[in-house]
């Protein structure tokens, strides 16, 4: 089960979306073909089959693949079988949104400190999550077991705060701010790039 | 220049990446290897030259690629060679930190309405934009020729709210709620899964 496969990062976000397809799917049924997962999620049937051959995983002909054991497998290579702490660094708007979003905690993801450098909201509480001083960010980080690292701070302080994340000895950046950072090899980071999302958007409006 | 070109989704996300590093790196130098925008963008240089190929880009040995002549290829397939007018809907903390998203205005999107069922909130202006009343979406809709439909409503009014997006005849949703919304064939949906790109690192993590 605990198994570790090498599986492409395009693959790796499909399976995001089938687990998320999952959920929803298994309050009615037990098993589910490729085609019913590629109306589910829009994804053709071809592409679905050899994303799941990748661990293994063969659909039988007029069954199709038991829910629970694909749901078991790709939480298990998504690595969702623990809990993961994160902290949000910066809590502005975007912050504050990340802070409510329903979508975490569903999934395995524990928002266990936030932190910001404006006196006006250290000390304060935001849906039951303190708000530490930045400049306390190594001790939060160790006392908290923090994981991951949420940047949405302004983009000329993103690389000074990425710095102090570095050195805090998380070893995971999603990065919110729509600047290049630049962190030593052992810390993994990820951008979220905003207008990457309407841009994919554009080019399909586009080839109409 | 406009020729339309087939390229797969993923190839499209990379497009977005070799867009912001040109623009950083244009300002120094002329010409790029796929080795030096491999480095810039952590894509590895045999992926870099077969997405340059698809349309029909080949660097010069020991030349590289004309960034300027790059650039303007991929701004014409990724449909930024004119700008996209989207509404922001649901102007909660989400939608407050997209209005003020500076990322998206270099990249050729304009926010010209955001829109809202709450009183206290219509009416007002943040960062110039006026809330409107969201019963009245057509209308903004055709009067501010709105294009895309930013989403970033409470999860229980999304498909509501879809709804009357598509009413509304605006061809194309950016989703950032989750929850998997179903419009008609002729609507682009996509969606941001902010659990989605955590999943990606713990992936990642899990690896090691």
Known sequence: MTRKVKIPVSTVGRLSIYLRVFSQ????????SSKGLAEWTGINSAQVRKDLAYFGQFGRRGVGYSIQDLKAQITSILGLDREWNAAIIGVGHLGTALLMYRGFGSRRFKVTAA??????????ELEGIRIHDLADLAAVAREKRIEI????????????????????????????????????????????????????????????
């Not at 932190?115 to 304060?124: C, G, N, Q």
């Not at 950046?173 to 980071?189: A, E, Q």
């Open 115 to 124: 932190l910001d450098t404006d006196p006006d909201k250290i000390s304060w």
């Open 149 to 208: 690292a949420i940047l949405s701070v302004p983009a000329e302080a993103a690389q000074e705060v990425a710095n102090q994340v570095v050195a805090a000895q998380i070893p995971a950046i999603l990065n919110f701010v729509p600047v290049r950072l630049v962190v030593p090899k052992h810390v993994l980071l990820r951008d979220v790039d905003l207008a990457g999302e309407l841009e994919a958007l554009t080019y399909a409006m586009r080839k109409r």
């Open 25 to 32: 799917v298994a309050k009615t049924q037990g098993t589910i």
